[in-house]
């Protein structure tokens, strides 16, 4: 049976999930599954391309995104079997759906951690795991990372945490998959100039901007060529992916202990 290729990019209205979409764009896939909360965002990106798209406007942190993504796979797989004879395979997956939060353990809301903690691990695994039957040989899995899931860093306690988590799920799961010729690419980028990131850290109603945790982040990446070096990973099979040259550094030298790389992280964020 003909495949229906596709991608599927979590976290697709702004920051590496929308500049993913524009360089998916002229891969030739059948369709690209735009799914983040922002929808008049999702619609707007779906006129700068040219591949025909499905915008989900779901917030994965609630289950209900989760069952009506599972029920959409469901649903397309039926109709391109019936109607057109179409396999349905997922031919990238990019789980860029995340956020964080930067602020000392006693100021940052529950509810925020328990955010950081369902978008960032329980909906990137539940959209993977989700996504793995319709998959094949020479799909691609793109986990978004961070540095920041080398090693704790205080200030971003829950942050880099969920990160650990995603990046130690990707390895394994990479290594399950490698018999089926499926590969998952474990994205670790460092701060970015372009993003949404650090501001939204940043600027919460516990503390507004007002204190500093992190005076600055140290010779920041650049969007673009995060993304399209990344994604050049991804499609060499490349089980980690740091695209930038202090992401690398930061990835080398988190062989340290933690206790020194903390007092590191001391020096860093201040500069």
Not at 8 to 17: D, E, F, I, K, Q
Not at 71 to 78: A, G
Not at 87 to 94: A, D, E, R, S, Y
Not at 98 to 114: A, F, M
């Amino acid at each position: 049976m003909e495949l229906f290729n596709i991608a599927v990019v979590t976290g697709a209205s702004s920051g590496l999930g929308r500049r993913y979409v524009s360089l998916l764009d002229p891969e030739g896939l059948d369709q690209i599954w735009l799914i983040a909360r922002r929808k008049d965002r999702l619609f707007s990106l779906s006129n700068e391309i040219s591949t025909p798209v499905k915008l989900l406007s779901l917030d994965l942190k609630d289950q209900e995104s989760i069952e009506i993504y599972k029920n959409e796979l469901s649903e397309e797989k039926n109709t391109l079997e019936k109607e057109k004879s179409l396999k349905l395979n997922i031919k990238f997956l990019i789980n860029a759906a995340g956020y964080g939060r930067i602020g000392k353990s006693g100021e940052i809301p529950v509810r925020d951690l328990d955010g950081m903690i369902m978008l960032n691990c329980k909906a990137a695994v539940d959209i993977t795991e989700l996504s793995l039957p319709y998959m094949s040989r020479g799909s691609h899995i793109m986990e978004i990372c961070s540095v920041a899931g080398f090693k704790p860093l205080q200030y971003f306690n829950v942050y880099s945490a969920s990160k650990a988590f995603l990046l130690r799920y990707s390895r394994s799961l990479g290594r399950e998959l490698f018999p089926q010729r499926i590969t998952v690419t474990a994205v670790c980028p460092y701060w970015m100039k372009e993003t949404e990131f650090i501001g939204k850290a940043e600027e919460t109603e516990y503390n507004s901007g007002r204190k500093k945790y992190v005076k600055g982040f140290f010779l920041p990446a650049h969007m673009n060529s995060t993304a399209s070096l990344s994604l050049r990973d991804a499609k060499a099979g490349f089980p980690v992916s740091t695209p930038s040259i202090f992401g690398t550094l930061f990835r080398i030298f988190s062989f340290l202990p933690d206790t020194i790389f903390l007092g590191l992280w001391d020096i860093l964020r201040h500069l």
